[in-house]
């Protein structure tokens, strides 16, 4: 059997086009989340670190209830957000994908996208605008005379952060969505009626399995980053609507304690993780190729 | 007719009309894809449609199906009128062209697909299930991802799917064209002996002339959204109706020729190359008229007389130069200019041990019989 010099193979080829991503990859990603690890294990002192391995910030993590009760408050709006937006996002995507004609896909595709010509900061500032205590809703509502007093469940509680999120979030939920459903052979749906079944069955039985793909990949792009969003609670959350970001944030640069900082962090990505891979796990059914 | 006794006692299986077409009519938007196709399948045959590409097959097995709205005319099936009633709830299946198979099912899943509102057991539907991939062939297949299927036994898969749930027509979309050459032979013969042993009626689009004729008892030929043509194979290679159908089934010769009278059943002709002839009537499906025409005639009944061979019995002898020839094994394929005629004419003969091949240049005689001869005017 003859070796395969390496140099020059294939794997050397790949290994070589692979590398800037690598390195980039290591350089932003890797290093800082390494960093925040070892951080999680040291001594806090006086807006510094003392260079001593401990469990301690762990120990206080899990034993005082405001990291349980922030921790929890996230995971519960992040799971709204998430089923807000990705049960709206469906009928958008499945109207994008079969109801529109092929030439106009691409045009409302686009469409979509237009809230994010402005910046996030922008687009969160307008809710607020829009929910305020004096704001667009409430004026409104007053000049009909429908309300005598303005309403404030609109803004600053975990309403405003749901829709502020579901709304930023769409197009991210739309997109996998919409290549899912466009993978999905249109004869296949015929066949469902064909042997029998009404077109509401068909979409249960077979556009739904089929769409769980991009279902699946829509609930983890909205899910995992909205668990530790910090802008939007910060400006729209009130006290009530405070999350877990709010308090790592707290840590680092207010009380300059990074390393119960990093603990908490290092806590809610255990538990994002953990839930992630149990539904990737509890759907995994769907995610089989049809190749 | 009615008095005769083979009238009297029909088979009443094979001449029930099972599905009635009546006057048919498609439009896409201006264009208009089935013009007013009339006709009936019956029930137990094994009907195909056969047309070049754009002619309409897939649309009227569409509207068959309940997937496409007709723009006009009756269809009825079993003697009720299909109109209105959705593909779900018609007694036909269909087997696509891609087969749409579910990729998220297994094998058995896909093909019990259509049992879930039917009333019976768990075991019994499996029981069905079994059998159905028995009988395509495709036993111990059943715990197999359906993504993970061969061309060929996607194919059986989308059968049994389709057969599990006795539809009075199964509806066949080129369910051949994406099998290899082998393949496809072997499952021109099984789709027919399934079809004997179900006995039910089967409705095949094909493209393919071999494939209609090998396996169709009727043949409708579409041409432009209509029927121009719907005969049993024989019928239709041996005669006919019209010179664009006798050029899209096999190979055919046309010569020109005048026809110059008829008479008791005979048509009298000049044919080119053929000399003055008189032929039956029934060898013009068409209409008769005096005047320009042409005569056509397939390439196996015309014979080449070889040096010894011994006078023919039958028929007449025309002669002619050999212009080129084509070896294919068992057989060889002659173009012919016959003497007095300016377009070469397509012969085959069987290569018989003894007898040589011919070559280009060669002065041959051809033997050749009025009977073969069809009649376009
Ligand atoms: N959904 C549609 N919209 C517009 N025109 C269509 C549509 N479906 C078919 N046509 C047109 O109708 C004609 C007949 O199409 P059809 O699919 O029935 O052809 P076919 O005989 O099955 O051809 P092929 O052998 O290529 O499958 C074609 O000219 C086609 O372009
Ligand atoms: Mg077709």
């Known amino acids: 059997m003859t070796k395969r010099k390496f140099l020059g193979s294939e794997a050397a080829n790949g290994l070589l086009m692979l590398s800037p991503t690598a390195i980039y990859s290591i350089v932003v990603m890797a290093a800082p989340l390494i960093a925040v690890l070892l951080f999680s294990f040291m001594t806090p002192g006086y807006l510094k670190v003392i260079w001593t391995p401990t469990l301690d910030n762990y120990a206080k993590v899990l034993s005082d209830p405001i990291y349980q009760v922030l921790l929890g408050r996230s995971l519960v709006m992040a799971a709204t957000v998430t089923a807000v937006t990705v049960l709206t996002a469906f009928p958008i995507a499945y109207f994008i994908s079969f109801i529109v004609s092929p030439e106009k896909k691409s045009l409302w595709l686009f469409l979509i996208t237009i809230p994010f010509w402005t910046s996030y900061l922008i687009r969160v500032f307008l809710w607020k605008v829009i929910l305020g205590y004096n704001g667009v809703i409430n004026e409104a509502f007053m000049g009909l005379g429908i309300i005598h007093q303005p309403m404030t469940f609109l803004l600053y509680n975990m309403n405003s952060v749901v829709l502020t999120l579901a709304h930023s979030y769409a197009p991210f939920a739309i997109l996998p969505i919409f290549v899912a459903l466009e993978k999905i052979d249109r004869s296949l749906l015929e066949a469902g009626q064909d042997l029998g079944e009404s077109r509401i069955m068909t979409f249960i039985r077979v556009t739904l399995p089929l769409a769980m793909s991009g279902v699946v990949a829509s609930v983890l792009i909205v899910f995992i980053p909205t668990v530790g969003d910090y802008v939007t609670p910060t400006l729209v959350g009130g006290s009530s609507g405070q999350m877990i970001a709010n308090v790592i944030q707290l840590q680092y640069f207010k009380l300059g304690n990074y390393p119960v900082g990093s603990a908490v962090s290092i806590a809610a990505m255990g538990v994002v993780t953990v839930i992630s891979v149990i539904f990737v796990f509890a759907n995994r059914r769907f995610m089989r190729g049809p190749q | ?377």
């Open chain 2, 1 to 377: 007719m009615t008095s005769s006794p083979a009238a009297a006692a029909p088979t009443p299986k094979a001449k029930r009309p099972l599905i009635e077409l009546r006057d048919i009519e498609k439009y896409y938007g201006d264009y208009y894809a089935l013009r007013k196709i009339t006709t009936d399948i019956r029930e137990g045959e094994f009907f195909s449609l056969l047309g070049p590409s754009g002619c309409g097959k897939t649309t009227l097995l569409r509207c068959i199906a309940g997937f496409e709205e007709l723009s006009g005319g009756n269809l009825l099936i079993d003697g009720k009128d299909m109109e209105g009633v959705s593909a779900n709830h018609r007694p036909t299946n269909m087997v696509f062209q891609s087969y749409a198979i579910f990729p998220h099912l297994t094998v058995e899943e896909n093909v019990g697909f259509g049992l879930r509102r039917e009333k019976a057991t768990k075991e019994d539907k499996a029981r069905r299930v079994a059998e159905a991939l028995e009988m395509v062939g495709l036993k111990g297949y059943g715990k197999r991802a359906a993504h993970a299927l061969s061309g060929g036994q996607r194919q059986r898969v989308a059968l049994a799917r389709a057969l599990i749930l006795k539809p009075k027509v199964l509806l066949l979309d080129e369910p051949l064209s994406a099998l290899d050459k082998k393949m496809r032979e072997q499952m021109q013969s099984e789709l027919r002996k399934l079809q004997r042993q179900v006995g039910i009626t089967f409705i095949l689009v094909t493209h393919d002339q071999e494939e209609a004729l090998i396996m169709s008892d009727r043949i409708a030929v579409m041409f432009d959204g209509v029927i121009a043509q719907l005969d049993s194979p024989e019928r239709l290679y041996r005669r006919p109706v019209s010179r664009k159908v006798a050029e899209f089934i096999g190979i055919m010769n046309f010569l020109p020729a005048t026809v110059t009278g008829t008479e008791g059943g005979q048509i009298q002709l000049e044919v080119a190359g053929l000399g003055a002839i008189a032929i039956d009537a029934e060898q013009c499906p068409g209409a008769v008229k005096t005047g320009e025409a042409s005569v056509g005639f397939r390439p196996e009944t015309m014979t080449v007389l070889f040096e010894g061979d011994p006078e023919p019995t039958r028929g007449k002898i025309a002669g002619g130069e050999v212009e080129e020839v084509v070896y294919f094994g068992d057989m060889s394929y002659y173009d012919v200019k016959l003497d007095g005629v300016e377009k070469p004419v397509q012969i085959s003969m069987r290569n018989v041990v003894g007898r040589p091949v011919l070559g280009r240049g060669a002065r041959i005689r051809i033997a050749w019989e009025a009977g073969a001869l069809v009649l376009f005017c």
